[in-house]
């Protein structure tokens, strides 16, 4: 477990690396060099500057499922249940004892923390573990040898595998550039600036959590309607019981379901579903109206945004238009948005990987027990595409101490490269 480890973006994820390979470390375990490559800061998309939130909403999973969750580790026989004590000086617990706030936080019923704080429990860990943290832009991946090389801000950072973590931008809109379109970050920039809304009919694009967050954001200002357009025949709720919960932290029994039980169980609690916290609050509004579909097309037209909505029912295509005078698209993250960083030879290997052209669909089937993309090396670890073969608790903050072991544990470089490798290496572009 050496060589060079860069991951893209410094979240929880990242954080949750670094920190159990600055503990293995200590204990006098190889571990391969972790640096992040981080456009703006440390849990970034936590903050109002990361343009995903305004910082003042709750956290959806309890702040105990932290960067050691579920703290059963299996990288150091014999020693693991050292592992885990070590971890647990980076737990939630422990920062807020740290901090002088843990007394406070038990006695108010141990509240889900606002998105801000959550952000600076990451920030604390990191500090704590002397993350290595390169700020820039990854702008494109290549291929160096048998190594990866991202091009960043004028440098290339060569490295032994990669990791991509994040959701890609959150600027990108249906109709970009027009001021009754609003991009999720442009959402959250209003919100954060404390700005009313103030529009009759509303509509939100997106039945996931990113939709909820805006929809719980939007019953505090002064909307007549507010319309939810997603293509599920109706807004489902998140399993939150005991049951659905052990999936994301314990995927022990995943890989023996079956395919079609593995999509059944995502589609369930995960994915295109809202949290019970908003869907009480989607009860006692009235305003709330759903629409079944998706958005082919958008113009602007008579003071409104006209959309287009595409809908299969009854094994006939429909096709309908509807009028609004404020969209904001919260059609959530976009798992690929790393796919356009590769230049050509970088895709080429990929491709030869895969076996065929870089989908969705054969990047999520090729995600190993590592969490990386089997049959290719050098490493590319895709943990926020792993949930359909490894577990749904991979792609969110659910059992981050699993993830960190499946990644330290896999097999980064060849045994006749280590001995040379350096840490990690930074050059200019030529």
């Known amino acids: 477990m050496t060589g060079t480890l860069a991951i893209i973006g410094a979240g929880p994820k990242a954080v949750a690396v670094a920190a159990k390979a600055a503990v293995l470390r ?31 909403h709750r956290l ?32 939630w617990q422990s920062y807020l004892v740290a901090t002088g706030q843990f007394a406070e936080w038990i006695d108010r019923g141990r509240p889900a923390p606002a998105h801000r704080k959550w952000a ?28 990866w090389a991202l091009g960043t801000d004028g440098t290339t950072i060569r490295a032994d595998a990669v990791m991509v973590t994040g959701p890609g931008q959150p600027e990108r809109s249906i109709l970009p550039g027009n001021p009754r379109v609003l991009s999720i970050a442009e959402f959250w920039h209003r919100a954060a600036a404390h700005e009313r809304i103030s529009a009759e009919r509303v509509v939100v694009i997106g039945g996931g959590e990113t939709a909820a967050a805006i929809l719980n954001e939007l019953f505090a200002h002064r909307v007549s309607t507010i319309t939810v ?46 949290s019970a916290r908003v869907q009480d609050a989607l009860l006692a509004d009235d305003r709330i109206r759903h629409l079944r579909g998706r ?54 290997l990929i491709e030869l990987g895969l076996g065929g052209p870089m ?47 499946r990644v330290l544990g896999a097999e980064l470089t060849d045994n006749h490269d280590r001995a040379s490798r350096r840490s990690y290496e930074h050059q200019p572009l030529r």
């Not at 703006?40 to 343009?51: D, H, I, K, T």
């Not at 003071?303 to 005078?325: K, N, P």
């Not at 590592?370 to 359909?388: I, R």
Request: proline share 5%; net charge negative.
């Open 60 to 91: 959806g999973t309890g702040p105990e499922k932290d960067v050691g969750f579920p703290y059963r580790s299996s990288l150091v026989p014999r020693r693991n249940g050292e592992l885990d004590e070590r971890m647990m000086r980076y737990s």
């Open 295 to 348: 958005v082919a097309h958008a113009v602007a037209r008579d003071e409104q945004i006209r959309l287009t909505l595409h809908s299969d029912r009854a094994g006939e295509s429909l096709e309908t238009v509807h009028g609004f005078d404020l969209v904001i698209d919260g059609s959530g993250a976009d798992a690929l948005w790393f796919t356009e960083l590769f230049n050509q030879d970088a895709l080429d």
């Open 229 to 274: 357009i997603s293509p599920q025949v109706t807004l489902f709720t998140r399993g939150e019981g005991f049951f659905e919960n052990t999936l994301f932290s314990d995927p022990t029994h995943w890989s023996g379901l079956t395919l079609a039980e593995r999509k059944d169980a995502i589609a369930r609690t995960d994915r295109g579903v809202f």
């Open 120 to 147: 600076q429990y990451l920030k604390w860990v990191a500090d704590n573990v002397n993350m290595n943290v390169l700020r820039g832009e990854v702008t494109s991946i290549g291929v160096d040898g048998r190594r």
């Open 359 to 405: 989908t969705g669909e054969r990047l999520q089937e090729s995600v190993g027990y590592d969490l990386a993309v089997s049959h290719l090396t050098p490493k590319l670890f895709l943990p926020n595409l792993s949930g359909l073969n490894q577990g749904p608790g991979f792609p969110n903050l659910s059992c981050l101490g699993l993830l960190s072991d």
């Open 26 to 56: 200590d204990m006098g375990v190889a571990v391969p060099d972790v640096v992040a490559v981080e456009r703006s800061a440390v849990a970034a998309n936590w903050q109002p500057a990361g343009g995903w939130t305004d910082g003042n």
